[in-house]
T-cell receptor, first 113, second 112 residues
Framework: ETGVTQTPRHLVMGMTNKKSLKCEQH?????MYWYKQSAKKPLELMFV???????ENNSVPSRFSPECPNSSHLFLHLHTLQPEDSALYLC????????????FGPGTRLLVL | AQRVTQPEKLLSVFKGAPVELKCNYS??????LFWYVQYSRQRLQLLLR?????SIKGFTADLNKGETSFHLKKPFAQEEDSAMYYC??????????????WGAGTKLIIKP
């Protein structure tokens, strides 16, 4: 499959569960991003990785833990989430330059009960 | 602070009418600017960028440095233009990599 893929597409979890979101890009990009998209808030950048190194953490709570084992894969580990964490989580990748397009995955729709 | 402002959360126009989605930025230099679009049940994707100066799906955007604006325009709206539109510009991160500063988005509804 080409482009940016995300699994699972939908996830329902309780507040005590541990789950992980997976993102994979097949574009040869070196930068990968996690975003949170909520119905009532603007698109929120969570984490940025460049060549597997985390370069940005926009004050995200520690119950979200990213992992980037290589330039093609990005994970978001979830633990003891709150109902307000329910949202669409988007992964994106790019070459990281000023004029580079970000390519987005389809997102994981997360519901925390 | 670097910021992108999209003042309209929702814009509703009739098919065939002109469309203008507003975007203002706060940045001291001459930024590259982007418009991204998200159609219903589709992924967020690039619509157009300032540097390319191209027209995509009939949309154009002109950078006005005096007004610090990058409004998105289309002379005749079509129903398939209904979507969520985001304005964004790149900000240099700690490691010289770039991330995007996003506006809040404008939901465009084209009425038949």
């Amino acid at each position: 499959e080409t482009g940016v893929t995300q699994t699972p597409r939908h996830l329902v979890m309780g507040m005590t569960n541990k789950k992980s979101l997976k993102c994979e890009q097949h574009l040869g990009h070196n930068a990968m991003y996690w975003y949170k998209q909520s119905a009532k808030k603007p698109l929120e950048l969570m984490f940025v990785y460049n060549f597997k190194e985390q370069t940005e953490n926009n004050s995200v709570p520690s119950r979200f833990s990213p992992e980037c084992p290589n330039s093609s894969h990005l994970f978001l580990h979830l633990h003891t989430l709150q109902p307000e964490d329910s949202a669409l989580y988007l992964c994106a990748s790019s070459q990281g330059g000023e004029y580079e397009t970000q390519y987005f995955g389809p997102g994981t729709r997360l519901l925390v009960l | 602070a670097q910021r992108v402002t999209q003042p309209e959360k929702l814009l509703s126009v009739f098919k065939g009418a002109p469309v203008e989605l507003k975007c203002n930025y706060s940045y001291s230099g001459s930024p590259e600017l982007f418009w991204y679009v998200q159609y219903s049940r589709q992924r967020l994707q690039l619509l157009l960028r300032h540097i390319s100066r191209e027209s995509i799906k009939g949309f154009t955007a002109d950078l006005n440095k005096g007004e610090t604006s990058f409004h998105l325009k289309k002379p005749f709206a079509q129903e398939e233009d209904s979507a969520m539109y985001y304005c964004a510009f790149p900000k240099r991160g700690l490691d010289s990599n770039y991330q995007l500063i996003w506006g809040a988005g404008t939901k465009l509804i084209i009425k038949p």
